[in-house]
């Protein structure tokens, strides 16, 4: 950049530039240094917007360079997920998944059958031991009857005849 350069020879006017006694200061050429402040001014705007055209460009491929990056850890990412989904060892799991949920729901529908079936044999006996039960019930109540008819018969006998001894 001629930029330093003229800044550089600037600098060496001002160190070499013939000082004044008891002081920082120097003597310098008035024109000569104009025509340098001159000369910046003309290199400088040129030397901004090539920097500034440096600077935009190394933003946007910086830019460009993380959307490719991350397109790439994107489809990287997908090309994982779409191996693990064809890989055999997932095949496997989920037809191994399918034939145990398969017995499992088997076994439900057994145990659920043999659940009712239980019940119902169960419920069977109960009804049985009841109709049972009543038909002894009703014949014994049957006899009971026929047993007191005879007991209340054979006191109206022996009441009948003790009142025939009477008279």
């Known amino acids: 950049m001629e930029i330093f350069t003229l800044l550089d020879t600037l600098e060496d006017l001002l160190e ?7 002081s920082s200061k120097v003597i ?10 001159k000369e910046i001014r003309i290199k400088l ?11 935009e460009e190394r933003e946007r491929i910086l830019v460009e ?8 850890v994107k489809e990287a990412e997908n090309r994982i997920i779409a191996m693990i989904d064809e890989h055999e060892i997932t ?10 949920i398969e017995t499992a729901n088997e076994m ?6 043999g659940t009712k079936d239980y019940a119902d044999n169960l ?16 014949e014994n109540m049957s006899q009971a009857l026929n047993l007191m008819q005879l007991s209340m018969e054979e006191n109206i006998k022996t009441i009948q005849n003790s009142r025939k001894e009477l008279k």
């Open 45 to 55: 705007p040129d030397e901004l917007k090539q920097a500034k055209w440096v600077k």
């Open 28 to 37: 310098v050429d008035k024109e000569e240094m104009l025509d340098l402040i």
């Open 65 to 72: 360079a993380q959307k490719e990056a991350d397109d790439i």
């Open 123 to 138: 419920l069977g006996d109960t009804e049985s031991v009841l109709t049972n039960t009543l038909a002894k019930l009703e």
């Open 108 to 113: 439900s529908r057994e145990i659920t059958k």
């Open 16 to 22: 070499n530039g013939r000082g004044l006694p008891f």
């Open 91 to 100: 095949k496997k799991a989920y037809d191994q998944k399918a034939e145990i």
